[in-house]
């Protein structure tokens, strides 16, 4: 199956209550072929009407980010944990997480990042539960065989002062990571099964 081709069945999912207050689906966009994967925790307002993620204010500021290590909005995969905006930029309910798990690991399959950033705390929890954003962000961990970096959500940047600079610092590791990553690969190291560890960068 293409990363179309299964954005096309999200696009008619009608697995739980958002489908009945939702504009549209937003299933993510951007380079299935990228070896980067931004997953944020759901649509907001503008990308409910557009049908697109991040959009909006924080949009703007993630394609700042990116343009801060050379990247633009195509050279990476953009996704969100839920698919459908909540009721007044709720937080998404457990059991929505667990109805859009499908969709999500479907297009992480098919894209194979070797890296995976987590853009808050939802995100975060999705894939490292009990780790604390405050705590872990801008701290990459290999699980599994594959790397998380969860870093701040760009809207918390743009609603709370300070967090601004964390989040460029974190971004400005990302090319490191990569250079990690790929050497590892290279060594062939994966990293324990079934516990977090986390990469030392060495800066």
Request: glycine share 8%; proline share 6%.
């Amino acid at each position: 199956m293409t990363l179309e081709e299964l954005n096309n069945q999200i696009l008619k999912c009608e697995k739980c209550a958002l489908c009945k207050t939702r504009v549209n689906v937003v299933p993510g966009e951007g380079s299935s072929k990228s070896n980067i994967m931004f997953i944020g925790e759901g649509p907001g307002k503008k990308e409910d009407e557009l049908g697109r993620p991040f959009v909006g204010s924080a949009g703007k500021l993630l394609d700042k980010l990116l343009g801060l290590i050379g990247l633009e909005r195509k050279d990476v995969y953009i996704a969100n944990v839920v698919k459908c905006r909540p009721p007044q930029n709720r937080d998404p309910l457990p059991e929505e997480v667990d109805f859009c798990r499908e969709w999500l690991d479907k297009q992480i399959k098919i894209i194979k990042p070797e890296l995976m950033v987590l853009l808050g705390r939802h995100s975060m929890d999705r894939f490292l539960p009990n780790h604390k954003i405050s705590i872990d962000h801008g701290k990459p961990k290999r699980l599994n065989g594959q790397v998380y970096y969860p870093i701040y959500h760009p809207a918390a940047a743009l609603y709370r002062n300070g967090l601004l600079e964390d989040l460029q610092n974190d971004f400005k590791k990302i090319p490191k990571i990569l250079e990690i990553i790929k050497e590892e690969r290279i060594n062939n190291k994966k990293g324990k099964e079934g516990k977090a560890e986390q990469i030392k960068l060495g800066i």
